[in-house]
Structures are given as C-alpha cells and as structure tokens.
C-alpha cells in the first residue's frame, strides 16, 4: 500500500511539473541580448517566476539586464514585467 501511494505521489508531482512549465512564446516576442537564442534560459525563467507564484503563460519578451546581474522577462502580452536578480547570491523576482 505504501508503494502504491507513492507512485501515485510521484506522478501527481510530475503532472504538476509539466503544468507549470506549460507556456508560448509570441508572435513577434523580443528576446534578445544573452538569452536571444538560448530557450534552455527563457525556459528557467518562466519556471523561476511560476515557482514565485507568478503568472507568465507567454513570454512577451526577454533580456539580460545591462547594469545589473539578471534578467527582465515580460508575460502575457506585455502585462507583467518581473525582474529576475542575484542579490548577494540568492536569485528574487520583483514585478514591476
């Protein structure tokens, strides 16, 4: 019995995953500077930001940020901003 419900424990876990992870890119989306071409980075921030608790369902826009040590993505047809910073070695999202 315990087996069984940790399997069932296990794929709830992954459906969860998945569903999180669940996003489009725009027609059109501006993703440039470090991250234009490198999806593998677009990807971990959309986890990243639902991870916060955060809406990001397409990705507008994404960049690495100039002066700073991060990133800026956009969501949901420019209607969310978060800002994605290292601060003394632990990574935060801030919307703006």
Same mark, same amino acid.
């Given at each position: ?15 969860? $995953? ?7 890119? &725009?027609?059109g989306a501006q993703i *440039?500077?470090?991250? &234009?071409?490198?999806?593998?980075? $677009? ?15 397409? $990705? ?5 940020? $100039?002066?700073?040590?991060? *990133? ?5 047809? *420019?209607n969310y901003t978060y ?14």
């Amino acid at each position: 019995m315990k087996k069984f419900i940790l399997a069932v424990a296990v794929v709830l876990m992954m459906m969860m $995953v998945v569903a999180a992870s669940a996003y489009t890119i &725009e027609k059109g989306a501006q993703i *440039y500077g470090a991250v &234009e071409g490198r999806m593998d980075i $677009v990807d971990t921030l959309v986890k990243f930001v639902k991870g916060y608790g955060y809406k990001c369902d397409s $990705v507008s826009s994404a960049s690495d940020n $100039v002066f700073s040590k991060g *990133y800026t993505l956009k969501c949901n047809n *420019y209607n969310y901003t978060y800002k994605i910073l290292d601060k003394g070695g632990k990574w935060s999202v801030t919307v703006d």
